[in-house]
């Protein structure tokens, strides 16, 4: 059989960022990758770019052509939007397969979604995979990571492929079947969330100093540079550090001061708080990531509440700088206690048996939020009990929260907005508190609904004599 004729390992339908740049990285693997796009008028320019890799490539001009060149059990894996172009393709794709196939969306969708495919293509005999990958471009083309939800027998065909092209910590590859149906989706959805918390108490720190001490960008990039040799040292960390001293060409000036401040979402911190609050979990940093993101989108409202009500920002001391710097370790570690107590919930929710540490440690490298801090998590998560209380937490986050408090302090007396680190404290506060304030609220409930309370010192549901109402 010629080179040319060779059949294909893996298919990649979706030459836009993402799939492109995993189809480069499969080639380079030596693996032979089956290529389509909606657009066809792609497939040439990419073969261009992909120069001696596109040896290992084999494109399709159509879906027929594109599945003709897979070999059997056939593995096709979609790079797309979710969601309705996901269902669509499905519908095409799903005529031309054979049972024992195997289809994976590698795009960042709805758990649900996932959950209802699966079981909508249970009849036919396909192996439908939510695999979520994270890393972005140059994680998909050097070493993502990646986590696989399906079942164990598309494990077994997917796993020698996907250990090739994955990032790997320490020689490790950071990718691992985290469990079936829709955990892969649903662990890269709250990996988003952790994202979202992340950068945006980066970005309020950024803003305290650009509008609460008049610090220029490339001094509060220098900062992050420094951060990043520290306990901070992960990727948003370097990114943070790298995006505040590119310079833009057209004015020389720093290129984030010429950036509009609103935030794109696609969908995924904003499910991680749907699914955090149908879990009856606490995702508060998350939440307000998504609700600072909101905020962001609202220019006009903003402008005009500029002028109406008055920026009113006062100045705010940056203290020593390694007061912000520990105020983000402390936000950061809460972060993650809560993504990771949202994981442990839809795990018994869902019966997915996730391995929390094993999900912790494949993003040691090739994700968006891999960072230093996930070691000591890594730790707690191995011991049973609280996750908050597991250690090293404890200690962690007691050494850090008192600078977490000044900035927040600092912010609000300034009326600089905090709303993720202030999140972060709010949920310290609460838990570390035996007795908080929730007996009115259920004083509240039983005064004006009879809903019952329980007493400190008596067991069984009770009511008040409230007078009257
Ligand atoms: N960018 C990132 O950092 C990351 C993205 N993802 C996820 O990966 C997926 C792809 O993202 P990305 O590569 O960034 O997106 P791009 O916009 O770069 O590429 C989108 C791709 O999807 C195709 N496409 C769009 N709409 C349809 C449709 N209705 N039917 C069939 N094909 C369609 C496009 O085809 P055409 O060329 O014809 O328009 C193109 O090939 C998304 O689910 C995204 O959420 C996951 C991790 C990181
Ligand atoms: O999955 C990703 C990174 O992990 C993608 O970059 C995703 O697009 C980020 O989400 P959003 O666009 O909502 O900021």
Redo the contacts with the bound molecule.
């Keep these: 059989m010629s080179q040319a004729q060779e059949p294909a390992q893996i298919g990649i339908y979706g030459l836009g960022t993402m799939g492109s740049a995993l189809a480069l990285n499969l080639a380079e693997q030596g693996i032979r990758v089956a290529i389509t796009n909606r657009d066809s008028d792609w497939i040439a320019p990419f073969l261009d770019r992909a120069g001696a890799l596109a040896g290992q490539m084999v494109p399709a001009d159509t879906l027929a052509e594109f599945v003709a060149a897979l070999a059997s059990p056939r593995i096709v894996l979609f790079m797309i939007p979710s969601g309705a172009p996901m269902d669509a393709m499905l519908a095409e794709i799903v005529p031309l397969l054979a049972p024992g196939d195997i289809v994976i969306d590698a795009g ?1 969708a709805d758990f649900n979604d996932t959950r209802r495919r699966t079981r909508e293509l249970a009849p036919t005999g396909l192996h439908f995979t939510g695999m ?5 471009e140059a994680g998909a083309r050097h070493g993502p990571s990646i986590m696989v939800g399906g079942s164990k027998s598309a494990w077994t065909a997917l796993e020698p492929i996907l250990t090739r092209i994955a990032a790997r910590y320490e020689g490790t590859p950071c990718v691992a079947r985290v469990g079936p149906d829709g955990a892969g989706h649903f662990v ?1 959805t709250v ?2 969330g952790i ?2 918390a992340d ?1 945006q108490m980066i970005a309020e720190i950024y803003g305290l100093l650009r509008d609460g001490a008049g610090w220029e960008a490339p001094r509060i990039g220098a900062l992050f540079a420094d951060w990043d040799r520290g306990p901070l040292h992960g990727f948003l960390t370097e990114v943070t550090a790298k995006t505040l001293v590119a310079r833009d060409p057209a004015t020389g000036r720093p290129l984030v001061d010429a950036i509009c401040d609103r ?7 904003r499910w991680t708080v749907i699914e955090a609050l149908k879990l009856g979990q606490a995702a508060g940093v998350i939440g307000a990531a998504v609700d600072a ?1 909101v905020w962001s989108a609202q220019a006009g409202l903003r402008q005009c509440a500029e002028e109406r009500l008055s920026p009113g920002a006062g100045s705010f001391d940056p203290l020593p700088a390694g007061a912000l710097e520990q105020a983000l370790i402390a936000g950061r570690l809460v972060t993650l206690v809560q993504g990771f107590e949202e994981l442990a919930a839809a795990s018994g929710e869902f019966s997915w048996e996730l391995d929390l540490a094993g999900i912790a440690r494949i993003w040691r490298a090739g ?3 891999r960072s230093d801090l996930l070691h000591p998590l890594i730790g707690a998560l191995g011991q049973a009990g609280p996750l908050p209380l597991a250690h090293p937490l404890p200690a962690l986050l007691a050494a850090n929260v008192a600078p977490l408090r000044r900035v927040v302090a600092g912010a609000v007396g300034a009326g600089l907005p905090v709303p993720a680190l202030a999140a972060a404290l709010g949920w310290y506060d609460s838990i570390r508190r035996a007795r908080g304030s929730a007996n009115l609220i259920q004083a509240q409930r039983d005064f004006f609904g009879a809903h019952g309370f329980a007493r400190i010192d008596s067991p069984g549901s009770h009511h008040g004599d409230w007078g009257e109402r």
């Excluded at 979520?132 to 972005?136: F, K, L």
């Excluded at 935030?263 to 911190?269: F, H, V, W």
């Design positions: 960042n979520g990958v994270s890393g972005g890269k990996h988003n994202e979202y950068m935030a794109g979402q696609k969908g995924t911190g993101r994700c968006i939020i």
